[in-house]
């Protein structure tokens, strides 16, 4: 198989060079993304440019591409697909599952962004993990409850309705069958 590969911290970008990506193609295509998260890769990018024709392997290497990025945290981004094989990729619905952009460029900043939201993500978990640590909690420990009579915020009183509802259902007839019965007119 005819690919080019340009490395990077971040990502991977692989191009095609053949115009079909086939079952001839495919196997070839599945082990280079196999090596690529082996090597602890997770975002790659696949230039289809010189590509106009995409068969169920290639579907399926472009899948597992994507299941292997997503597997690992990252993300795999399409990009320069041909109008031929978009329609191929919308009717299998992989449209909806992998990100497809129009250039290389635009692909690598849709990488950029990702990793820049994981590590927002990995610093708000570490936060809240210190937070949790700072204060813990017992298992054991209930949240605070609302007690009859007493002030909370805005100095207002929380009552409890309790009396008014069993009253409510004291006058209920049917209440405590669970068949009512049926009244005649």
Same mark, same amino acid.
């Given at each position: 198989?005819?690919?080019?590969?340009?490395?990077?911290?971040?990502?991977?970008?692989?191009?095609?060079e053949?115009n079909?990506l086939?079952?001839?193609?495919?196997?070839?295509?599945?082990?280079?993304?196999?090596?690529?998260?082996?090597?602890?890769?997770?975002?790659?990018?696949?230039?289809?440019?010189?590509?106009?024709?995409?068969?169920s392997?290639?579907?399926?290497?472009?899948?597992?591409?994507?299941?292997?990025c997503?597997?690992?945290?990252?993300?795999?981004?399409?990009?320069?697909?041909?109008?031929?094989?978009?329609?191929?990729? +919308?009717?299998?619905?992989? %449209?909806?599952?992998? *990100? /497809?952009?129009?250039?290389? &460029? =635009?692909?690598? #900043?849709?990488?950029?962004?990702?990793?820049?939201?994981?590590?927002?993500s990995?610093?708000?978990?570490?936060?809240?993990?210190?937070?949790?640590?700072?204060?813990?909690?017992?298992?054991?420990?209930?949240?605070?409850?609302?007690? +009859?009579?007493?002030?909370? %915020?805005?100095?207002? *009183? /929380?009552?409890?309705?309790? &009396? =008014?509802?069993? #009253?409510?259902?004291?006058?209920?007839?049917?209440?405590?069958?669970p068949?009512p019965?049926?009244?005649?007119?």
């Open positions: 198989m005819k690919f080019s590969v340009d490395k990077s911290d971040k990502f991977w970008a692989i191009t095609l053949e079909k086939d079952a001839r193609i495919a196997p070839d295509l599945k082990s280079e993304f196999t090596i690529i998260s082996n090597r602890g890769i997770r975002n790659i990018i696949l230039d289809l440019s010189k590509v106009s024709f995409v068969d392997s290639g579907l399926s290497a472009v899948l597992l591409g994507q299941r292997t997503k597997s690992m945290g990252g993300i795999m981004v399409l990009c320069n697909v041909k109008d031929t094989v978009m329609k191929i990729l +919308k009717i299998a619905q992989l %449209d909806q599952n992998i *990100d /497809i952009l129009p250039t290389l &460029d =635009e692909a690598i #900043e849709c990488v950029f962004l990702h990793e820049i939201e994981n590590e927002i990995i610093q708000d978990k570490q936060r809240l993990r210190s937070s949790e640590e700072e204060f813990p909690m017992d298992d054991e420990e209930e949240a605070p409850v609302a007690k +009859k009579g007493k002030k909370y %915020d805005d100095d207002e *009183d /929380i009552e409890s309705n309790e &009396d =008014e509802y069993e #009253e409510d259902f004291e006058d209920d007839e049917d209440f405590d069958d068949k019965k049926k009244r005649r007119k």
